[in-house]
């Protein structure tokens, strides 16, 4: 059952989430971490929960919150985004990119694009997945690092 992103409902509070993003390998760097930010937007928006309490320093200068448990960013060829993206949404929050997003500026021309599309031939830029940690792990197995 997939997770509800607002609450985690779904997850049992004593069993641990991972969050972990899976960016399209063919990318160039620029390409790549803009991916993964809008990825990143959309999981903190999904899952508040995950941005840990406020940072303080030694001037007692308050520093936003940042997720504690970290977010490792892996790399994939396109097929295995779309199985990931596949697999996962079945037992996770997944959020993906398709690649029509860094085609246009233009958000509705954006939406109009992928409305085009049909699933199975998206290509994904990136996808996040939140979960139980020990699914996604499964889930991610064997990827390295988006280097």
């Known amino acids: 059952m997939p997770l509800s992103p607002d609450t985690d409902a779904d997850v049992p509070p004593q069993e641990p989430l991972r969050c ?26 999904r899952h508040p929960a995950l941005v840990g309490a406020p940072l303080v320093d030694a001037d007692n200068t308050v520093h936003p919150g940042l997720i504690p448990v970290g977010i490792p960013i892996l790399a994939a060829p396109p097929t ?5 993206r596949a697999q996962a949404a079945t ?6 990119f398709p690649a ?11 939406r109009s694009q992928v409305a085009r599309a049909p ?7 990136a996808v996040g997945v939140v979960g139980r940690k020990k699914l996604v ?3 991610v197995s064997g990827l390295p690092l988006l280097a």
């Open 91 to 96: 037992q996770c929050d997944t959020v993906d």
């Open 137 to 139: 792990s499964k889930l």
């Open 119 to 125: 699933t199975a031939e998206l290509v994904y830029l």
């Open 80 to 84: 295995r985004l779309a199985t990931l």
């Open 100 to 110: 029509q997003g860094q085609r246009t500026n233009d958000y509705a021309e954006f």
């Open 20 to 45: 972990v993003i899976v960016v399209n390998q063919g990318l160039p760097p620029g390409k790549a971490a803009n991916a993964a930010a809008v990825v990143a937007l959309t999981l903190g928006q």
